[in-house]
T-cell receptor, first 110, second 109 residues
Framework: RKEVEQDPGPFNVPEGATVAFNCTYS??????FFWYRQDCRKEPKLLMS???SGNEDGRFTAQLNRASQYISLLIRDSKLSDSATYLC???????????FGPGTRLSVLP | NAGVTQTPKFQVLKTGQSMTLQCAQD?????MYWYRQDPGMGLRLIYY???????DKGEVPNGYNVSRLNKREFSLRLESAAPSQTSVYFC????????FGPGTRLTVL
């Protein structure tokens, strides 16, 4: 079993839709959590960190459930520009151990 | 701030050739990383450096060497390239979150 697993994609949704991605991690010692976005043929870019209390940034909401060891990302009112691959990232010990999930691809359709 | 820069952007090698991928960051980060990304495999850590003068193996270090030349620069060397090393290579640096360079697309024939 991979240490970080994500919903298999691709997700194809119409503009304006709400879409949710889930991510599970197996190492209970994991300390910090992130969502990255990667556009085709580009580098990953930080979308948002995920805090225990949950956090929101505009149309994006991230949640963390430590007891069940999963992280979610909710995108409301999807835009064409949201089309990308979303990577779940877990850091074990605030040090150098960033573990990436395989990514979930989202296509927002006109 | 340029952030994380990588050179070259593209490279084609023949089997057995050597090359060095360069990475530099101007954010004064202690930690730097090299990843490779292959279709369906996600990002896999090759080597990382927690601070100047230290390097450690990641998940897939075979066939690679690294040098942390100073705090800014972290290079990745392929001594004898193989077709299995055809990939996209990303360098990253971090304080508490990681920032990535634009990547190097390497093809080994």
């Amino acid at each position: 079993r991979k240490e970080v697993e994500q919903d298999p994609g691709p997700f194809n949704v119409p503009e304006g839709a709400t879409v949710a991605f889930n991510c599970t991690y197996s190492n209970s010692a994991s300390q910090s959590f992130f969502w990255y976005r990667q556009d085709c043929r580009k580098e990953p870019k930080l979308l948002m960190s995920v805090y225990s209390s949950g956090n929101e940034d505009g149309r994006f909401t991230a949640q963390l459930n430590r007891a069940s060891q999963y992280i979610s990302l909710l995108i409301r009112d999807s835009k064409l520009s949201d089309s990308a691959t979303y990577l779940c990232v877990v850091n074990r010990n605030y040090g150098q151990n960033f573990v990436f999930g395989p990514g979930t691809r989202l296509s927002v359709l006109p | 701030n340029a952030g994380v820069t990588q050179t070259p952007k593209f490279q084609v090698l023949k089997t057995g050739q050597s090359m060095t991928l360069q990475c530099a960051q101007d954010m004064n980060h202690n930690s730097m990383y090299w990843y490779r990304q292959d279709p369906g495999m996600g990002l896999r850590l090759i080597y990382y450096s927690a601070s100047e003068g230290t390097t450690d193996k990641g998940e897939v270090p075979n066939g690679y060497n690294v040098s942390r030349l100073n705090k800014r620069e972290f290079s990745l060397r392929l001594e004898s390239a193989a077709p299995s090393q055809t990939s996209v290579y990303f360098c990253a640096s971090s304080l508490d979150t990681q920032y990535f360079g634009p990547g190097t697309r390497l093809t080994v024939l």
